[in-house]
């Protein structure tokens, strides 16, 4: 893997290790974060060292791609993922999280964009989308800074408690 395509500015995007543990632990059993990530409930930490053992983090055979967002000080600042790939179609859905604390320094548009420069000049893929609340305008304007396009608005997409929010979905073609 080009390592020059998976780092910029110090900042890296890398696999998940057995330290990333508790980090992966707390971003993935942060409430707020399940109703985006479709996570029905927390994660017990036997099973994220499993998917940190398991994983060979080769998009064609697990169907996904999660990388660590690491800045120049070797701190995990954020996770940017690939999941729903389909083959055959050449496209897969785009996840991002940074850390409350990392958040509005341009992080998450750095790994945003390092992240179709692997996917579209490595591996090759078609398409990215992705889908946000509409009211996420910060996530709105990383995307379209990013040049996703707004293709599709879905009324009562993602629940919420009992209630339903509306998404628009995004999407970037490669070429």
């Given at each position: 893997?080009?390592?020059?395509?998976?780092?910029?500015?110090?900042?890296?995007?890398?696999?998940?290790?057995?330290?990333?543990?508790?980090?992966?632990?707390?971003?993935?059993?942060?409430?707020?974060?399940?109703?985006?990530?479709?996570?029905?409930?927390?994660?017990?930490?036997?099973?994220?060292?499993?998917?940190?053992?398991?994983?060979?983090?080769?998009?064609?055979?697990?169907?996904?791609?999660?990388?660590?967002?690491?800045?120049?000080?070797?701190?995990?600042?954020?996770?940017?993922?690939?999941?729903?790939?389909?083959?055959?179609?050449?496209?897969?859905?785009?996840?991002?999280?940074?850390?409350?604390?990392?958040?509005?320094?341009?992080?998450?548009?750095?790994?945003?964009?390092?992240?179709?420069?692997?996917?579209?000049?490595?591996?090759?893929?078609?398409?990215?989308?992705?889908?946000?609340?509409?009211?996420?305008?910060?996530?709105?304007?990383?995307?379209?800074?990013?040049?996703?396009?707004e293709c599709a608005y879905l009324k009562d997409w993602m629940r919420q408690g009992k209630n339903y929010r509306d998404v628009v979905m995004v999407q970037r073609m490669?070429?």
């Amino acid at each position: 893997m080009p390592k020059e395509l998976l780092q910029r500015n110090g900042y890296v995007l890398r696999a998940p290790e057995p330290e990333d543990l508790a980090c992966m632990m707390r971003f993935e059993n942060t409430p707020s974060l399940w109703e985006v990530s479709n996570a029905t409930g927390p994660y017990s930490r036997y099973s994220l060292k499993q998917y940190i053992a398991s994983s060979t983090n080769n998009l064609y055979e697990d169907k996904q791609l999660r990388l660590m967002i690491e800045s120049p000080q070797n701190k995990v600042v954020g996770i940017i993922d690939l999941c729903n790939f389909e083959p055959f179609h050449n496209r897969a859905e785009v996840g991002i999280v940074i850390d409350e604390a990392f958040r509005s320094q341009g992080i998450g548009e750095l790994a945003l964009q390092l992240l179709i420069e692997h996917t579209f000049e490595y591996l090759g893929i078609h398409q990215l989308y992705a889908y946000i609340d509409v009211t996420n305008t910060p996530c709105r304007a990383l995307f379209k800074k990013c040049e996703f396009e707004e293709c599709a608005y879905l009324k009562d997409w993602m629940r919420q408690g009992k209630n339903y929010r509306d998404v628009v979905m995004v999407q970037r073609m490669n070429g």
